[in-house]
């Protein structure tokens, strides 16, 4: 089908504002239908949260994806884009 070629190719082609109920812990798993995270703007509350690399995490918190909090940033990866982390993990 010709719109699904294109959003394969183009993700932001068919990209749609929402929001998501995150779960305990640092995974996030988007829910069914939607293909990749795009971006994540804020938090419920308003709180700004910023993009981070894991390699920079992993050098800083080697334990980051057990350390709780209110979320500061988010790490998203092509290899799984349904997937992303939450540090601190809510």
Same mark, same amino acid.
């Given at each position: 089908d010709a719109v699904r070629a294109v959003i394969l190719a183009r993700p932001d082609a068919g990209a749609s *504002?929402?929001?998501?109920n995150c779960v305990p812990g640092a995974r996030q798993t988007l829910p069914d239908g939607a293909i990749q995270l795009l971006d994540v703007i804020c938090?419920?509350?308003?709180?700004?949260?910023?993009?981070?690399?894991?390699?920079? *995490?992993?050098?800083?918190?080697?334990d980051w994806h057990m350390?709780?909090?209110?979320?500061?940033?988010f790490i998203s990866s092509d290899l799984a884009p349904r997937v992303f982390w939450l540090f601190p993990a809510p």
């Open positions: *504002l929402e929001t998501l938090l419920s509350d308003g709180s700004a949260i910023k993009p981070q690399s894991r390699e920079v *995490l992993d050098a800083q918190y080697p350390l709780r909090g209110k979320p500061e940033c």
